[in-house]
């Protein structure tokens, strides 16, 4: 059955789609492993060791909050997605409304579960609007944010596909795309993947024939609860747990493979998980398609097709920069480092950890009423004056600098708290950086920079990231690092 | 105000020691100390103790002071644990002169103690660490070494100086060390050695690091009323400074020098009416070769920038104009 698609229904102002620097390529598994079990995937993306759904989503929504022209406070309805939160339970989304600086009023949804997570976000939101208080709806956009980093084990087809990457979509009345007709398709057919609770590892039965016909089912049968005729496409972008079973969908979803292959990622990005075909249709925009289909699916089973219209704005940064060996690739994920070692880390309660959330997040600093010197964090005595001012102005940074002093900590010099993210991505830069004020002056601070240390030295620009910091007492602490001004992708 | 004179010291050798406690290298130092009175000292006399310690290990991190006195049979009198990291026992021995000062004490014993040897290198990390800024300049994954790079990349930045001359410094400080029985690293080493050494916090390697010792120091103050009971050739303890700054690298004024040294010493030097041109020899913290560098600066030794050229001419060596760190630190 076609959802209702009111006249009024915003439109795709803007995509915007990250992935981790970080490649692997097909030929790595074959030496290590003699074959290489995901078919038609050439490389894939792989997170650095403090990057996760939720850092990878944040990349995606700055970039398509800059290629929408608008800002966190914008947002009325905030959706995030992904079968791989960070956390089993606990809702992550309202961290990522306090890095992109969403009002605390907006409206939230966390949906994960399947690969189909991405798009039921999406469908919803469609389904919320308009947003926000009734004066403000026409300037109250929607942001839907899906990040995936799908795991398996070591020697199974769906960690050899598995790739990683994010796409976030904001929605506004004025969306220069229009999603001309939607629909969802349900079936009840489990088995061909899923994650038993408390466990890491993706999996399924690997029932070839069953796999195939229940993901060309449930595409089929959302495909065909679509009026919008689907041979006009300029592109198809289908969930692509492999690079070979979308193909295998295109006659359900009435494309042809051509269509299909102008909308995949999965060749050089991996298995995305729920956010495989959001990536299709960001790629495929960003080609030039005008009128894409996107079509998820998810174990279950469930499909859900959109078709939008219009030349959308992309921002997206989707090709590799480095190269891993599949043995910095068991590394980076982990799989042959050991976690924190015993001996205790920096001990910062989560309340204290809380009370610096705007600091970690966005930056605000406070300018001494008495002496206008900016100080970060901002409390107590003044660190320019030296007075006591009873409130410091808030003030939130560009989150650009200069690098004053800097070394790399080599391997086996990291406090315990950061020995695994040593063990994972090699020796790490820890800098002070003199970030830029609004208007003139600065304020320094202390930072990890990514990148190598042959591309920093002292005055080098750098510029602000959210990553994870650690982890302690089983929560995550995410803030803000450095690197260089045009490293970022 | 009277005077405060140091009648007795004494340390152990320092190094790995697994046969030995906190509480039994406190106390071995300071039965050197009493040993090393001239005239002898009952501790029946020692009216305070002040003991410095991080307390690395956190094996007794409260009510450390008089867990270490009572070991040594110091009953009863006033112990205190006095904590400022590395600064910890240079804040005990002011505390014991500023007691005897006061005239609130005759005989004062100022010590510090540390055992950083018997846990994992992780564990000792931790603790390496805990006196950085914790919530925001360790979490970038700094330990001591890092935060002393950063300095040390900010100095070579700013200055003339490379990290040649810290090796210079290594060198120097071994040197010293082979001739000291106490030294935890007993042998001399080669500027190759000391510049080909693995990094461990660029640009500091390995031998611009201190490693981690056990071990224990004492000396005993004692007032102008009563010293002449001890000893016929006392010190005088000319003047003491002391001073504080920002825990956190990132908030201080400088990167390439240590404020809170400076002010100190100002203040000792004052109080002694003296200048640095007059020391005949100096003792500094040097946990990373970088720190002594600093220091040549911050107390005076020469003028800001300049300290590579006192390594250079070879100021600072045993048979230097101002020799430093001669015990190798």
């Given at each position: 059955?076609?959802?209702?698609?009111?006249a009024s229904?915003?439109?795709?102002?803007a995509?915007?789609?990250?992935?981790?620097?970080?490649r692997?390529?097909?030929a790595?598994?074959?030496?290590?492993?003699?074959r290489?079990d995901?078919?038609?995937?050439?490389a894939?993306?792989?997170?650095?060791?403090?990057?996760?759904?939720?850092?990878?989503?944040?990349?995606?929504?700055q970039?398509a909050?800059?290629?929408?022209?608008?800002?966190?406070?914008?947002?009325?309805?905030?959706?995030?997605a992904?079968?791989?939160p960070?956390?089993?339970?606990?809702?992550l989304?309202?961290?990522?409304?306090?890095?992109?600086?969403?009002?605390?009023?907006?409206?939230?949804?966390?949906?994960?579960?399947?690969?189909?997570?991405?798009?039921?976000?999406?469908?919803?939101?469609?389904?919320?609007?308009p947003?926000?208080r009734?004066?403000?709806?026409?300037d109250?956009?929607?942001?839907?944010?899906?990040a995936?980093s799908?795991?398996?084990a070591?020697?199974?087809?769906?960690?050899?596909?598995?790739?990683?990457?994010?796409?976030?979509?904001v929605l506004?009345?004025?969306?220069?795309?229009?999603?001309v007709?939607?629909a969802?398709?349900?079936?009840?057919?489990?088995?061909?993947?899923?994650?038993?609770?408390?466990?890491a590892?993706?999996?399924?039965?690997?029932?070839?024939?069953y796999d195939?016909?229940?993901?060309?089912?449930?595409?089929?049968?959302?495909?065909?609860?679509?009026?919008?005729?689907?041979?006009?496409?300029?592109?198809?972008?289908?969930?692509?747990?492999?690079?070979?079973?979308?193909?295998?969908?295109a006659g359900a979803l009435?494309v042809d493979?051509?269509?299909?292959?102008?909308g995949?990622?999965?060749?050089h990005?991996?298995?995305t998980?729920?956010a495989?075909?959001?990536l299709?249709?960001?790629?495929?925009?960003?080609?030039?398609?005008?009128?894409v289909?996107?079509a998820a699916?998810?174990?279950?089973?469930?499909?859900?097709?959109?078709?939008?219209?219009?030349?959308?704005?992309?921002?997206?940064?989707?090709?590799?920069?480095?190269?891993?060996?599949?043995?910095?690739?068991?590394?980076?994920?982990?799989e042959?480092?050991?976690?924190?070692p015993?001996?205790?880390?920096?001990?910062?309660?989560?309340?204290?950890?809380?009370?610096?959330t705007?600091?970690r997040?966005?930056?605000?600093?406070?300018?001494?009423p008495?002496?206008?010197?900016l100080?970060?964090?901002?409390?107590?005595?003044?660190?320019?004056?030296?007075?006591?001012?009873d409130?410091?102005?808030?003030?939130?940074?560009?989150?650009?600098?200069?690098?004053?002093?800097?070394?790399?900590?080599?391997?086996g010099?990291?406090?315990p708290?950061?020995?695994?993210?040593?063990?994972r991505s090699?020796?790490?830069l820890?800098?002070v950086?003199?970030?830029?004020?609004?208007?003139?002056?600065g304020?320094?601070?202390?930072?990890?920079?990514?990148?190598?240390?042959?591309?920093?030295?002292?005055?080098?620009r750098?510029?602000?990231?959210?990553?994870?910091?650690?982890?302690?007492?089983?929560?995550?602490?995410?803030g803000?690092?450095?690197?260089?001004?045009?490293?970022?992708? | 105000?009277?005077?405060?004179?140091?009648?007795?010291?004494?340390q152990?050798?320092?190094?790995?020691?697994?046969g030995?406690?906190?509480?039994?290298?406190?106390?071995?130092?300071?039965d050197?100390?009493?040993?090393?009175?001239?005239a002898?000292?009952?501790?029946?006399?020692?009216?305070?103790a002040?003991?410095?310690?991080?307390g690395?290990?956190?094996?007794?991190?409260?009510?450390?002071?008089?867990?270490?006195t009572?070991?040594?049979?110091?009953?009863?009198?006033?112990?205190?644990?006095?904590?400022n990291?590395?600064?910890?026992?240079g804040?005990?021995?002011?505390?014991a002169v500023?007691a005897?000062?006061?005239?609130?004490?005759?005989?004062?014993?100022?010590?510090?103690?540390?055992?950083?040897?018997?846990?994992?290198?992780?564990a000792?990390?931790?603790w390496l660490?805990?006196?950085?800024?914790?919530?925001?300049?360790?979490?970038?994954?700094?330990?001591?070494?890092?935060?002393?790079?950063?300095?040390?990349?900010?100095?070579?930045?700013?200055?003339?100086?490379?990290?040649?001359?810290?090796s210079k410094?290594?060198?120097?400080?071994?040197?010293n060390?082979?001739?000291n029985?106490?030294?935890?690293l007993?042998?001399?080493?080669?500027?190759?050695?000391?510049t080909?050494?693995p990094?461990?916090a660029?640009?500091?390697?390995?031998?611009h690091c201190?490693p981690?010792?056990?071990?224990?120091a004492?000396?005993?103050?004692?007032?102008?009323?009563?010293v002449d009971?001890?000893s016929?050739?006392?010190?005088?303890?000319?003047?003491?400074?002391?001073a504080?700054?920002?825990?956190g690298?990132?908030e201080?004024d400088?990167?390439?020098?240590?404020?809170?040294?400076?002010?100190?010493?100002?203040?000792?030097?004052?109080r002694?009416?003296?200048?640095?041109?007059?020391?005949?020899?100096?003792?500094v913290?040097?946990?990373?070769?970088?720190?002594?560098?600093?220091?040549y600066?911050?107390?005076?030794?020469?003028?800001?920038?300049?300290?590579?050229?006192?390594?250079?001419?070879?100021?600072t060596?045993?048979?230097?104009?101002?020799?430093?760190?001669?015990?190798?630190d």
């Amino acid at each position: 059955m076609t959802d209702d698609v009111s006249a009024s229904e915003p439109g795709i102002a803007a995509i915007g789609a990250y992935t981790p620097r970080l490649r692997v390529d097909a030929a790595a598994f074959e030496e290590a492993w003699g074959r290489f079990d995901a078919a038609g995937v050439q490389a894939k993306a792989v997170p650095e060791a403090d990057e996760d759904a939720l850092t990878m989503g944040v990349a995606a929504a700055q970039r398509a909050l800059d290629a929408a022209g608008r800002d966190g406070e914008a947002i009325a309805h905030l959706a995030f997605a992904t079968t791989t939160p960070p956390m089993a339970e606990e809702d992550l989304t309202p961290r990522l409304a306090s890095v992109l600086g969403a009002p605390a009023d907006a409206a939230t949804r966390t949906l994960t579960g399947s690969t189909r997570a991405g798009a039921q976000a999406l469908a919803g939101a469609l389904d919320a609007g308009p947003w926000g208080r009734p004066a403000e709806q026409a300037d109250s956009i929607g942001l839907v944010v899906v990040a995936d980093s799908p795991r398996g084990a070591p020697d199974s087809e769906i960690e050899h596909a598995a790739g990683a990457g994010a796409t976030a979509v904001v929605l506004a009345p004025d969306g220069a795309g229009t999603v001309v007709d939607r629909a969802a398709h349900v079936e009840s057919a489990p088995g061909s993947r899923f994650r038993g609770a408390g466990d890491a590892e993706t999996t399924g039965l690997g029932i070839t024939q069953y796999d195939r016909e229940a993901f060309t089912t449930a595409l089929g049968g959302a495909a065909d609860s679509l009026d919008a005729d689907l041979s006009g496409v300029d592109a198809a972008a289908v969930q692509s747990p492999d690079g070979k079973l979308p193909y295998r969908a295109a006659g359900a979803l009435g494309v042809d493979t051509e269509t299909i292959a102008a909308g995949e990622t999965v060749s050089h990005l991996g298995d995305t998980g729920a956010a495989s075909a959001f990536l299709g249709a960001a790629s495929a925009f960003d080609d030039g398609a005008e009128r894409v289909l996107l079509a998820a699916y998810g174990s279950g089973a469930g499909a859900n097709a959109f078709v939008v219209d219009g030349a959308v704005p992309v921002s997206a940064a989707l090709s590799g920069e480095d190269q891993l060996s599949y043995a910095e690739y068991l590394r980076r994920r982990g799989e042959i480092t050991t976690g924190e070692p015993e001996g205790g880390g920096a001990y910062v309660s989560v309340p204290a950890w809380q009370r610096s959330t705007p600091q970690r997040h966005r930056l605000v600093a406070g300018r001494c009423p008495d002496c206008c010197a900016l100080n970060f964090p901002p409390g107590g005595a003044c660190r320019d004056c030296g007075g006591r001012p009873d409130a410091y102005e808030r003030v939130e940074l560009p989150g650009q600098g200069t690098v004053e002093a800097v070394t790399t900590i080599a391997q086996g010099g990291a406090p315990p708290e950061f020995v695994e993210q040593q063990s994972r991505s090699g020796p790490f830069l820890s800098a002070v950086v003199a970030l830029d004020g609004p208007d003139g002056g600065g304020v320094s601070v202390p930072t990890q920079l990514l990148g190598d240390a042959e591309a920093v030295e002292i005055g080098t620009r750098v510029e602000a990231t959210i990553r994870r910091i650690y982890e302690q007492e089983g929560v995550i602490r995410y803030g803000f690092k450095m690197q260089p001004v045009g490293r970022r992708r | 105000m009277r005077d405060a004179y140091i009648i007795g010291a004494g340390q152990t050798e320092f190094g790995a020691m697994p046969g030995e406690s906190y509480r039994s290298l406190f106390t071995a130092a300071v039965d050197h100390a009493l040993d090393s009175v001239p005239a002898g000292i009952d501790t029946d006399a020692v009216d305070e103790a002040v003991v410095g310690s991080l307390g690395v290990g956190g094996r007794q991190i409260g009510l450390s002071g008089p867990a270490v006195t009572e070991h040594a049979g110091l009953d009863g009198i006033p112990s205190t644990r006095v904590e400022n990291a590395c600064a910890a026992s240079g804040y005990a021995v002011r505390q014991a002169v500023q007691a005897v000062r006061s005239g609130m004490a005759d005989v004062v014993l100022a010590g510090g103690v540390e055992v950083m040897t018997d846990m994992s290198g992780d564990a000792a990390k931790y603790w390496l660490g805990v006196s950085g800024e914790t919530e925001w300049e360790r979490l970038t994954g700094t330990t001591f070494a890092g935060v002393y790079a950063q300095m040390a990349s900010a100095y070579f930045d700013r200055y003339e100086a490379t990290p040649e001359h810290l090796s210079k410094i290594a060198v120097k400080n071994h040197a010293n060390g082979a001739k000291n029985p106490n030294a935890h690293l007993g042998f001399e080493c080669s500027l190759d050695d000391a510049t080909s050494a693995p990094a461990v916090a660029d640009p500091l390697n390995l031998y611009h690091c201190c490693p981690t010792s056990d071990g224990a120091a004492a000396v005993l103050v004692a007032s102008e009323e009563v010293v002449d009971e001890y000893s016929d050739d006392p010190i005088r303890v000319a003047g003491v400074g002391a001073a504080s700054e920002r825990v956190g690298l990132f908030e201080r004024d400088t990167y390439t020098g240590i404020d809170s040294s400076t002010m100190a010493a100002a203040t000792a030097y004052e109080r002694a009416g003296i200048e640095p041109a007059d020391l005949d020899f100096a003792e500094v913290h040097d946990c990373f070769a970088i720190a002594e560098l600093l220091a040549y600066e911050d107390l005076g030794f020469c003028e800001r920038g300049e300290a590579h050229e006192l390594v250079e001419a070879g100021a600072t060596a045993l048979d230097g104009d101002l020799p430093v760190n001669a015990s190798g630190d």
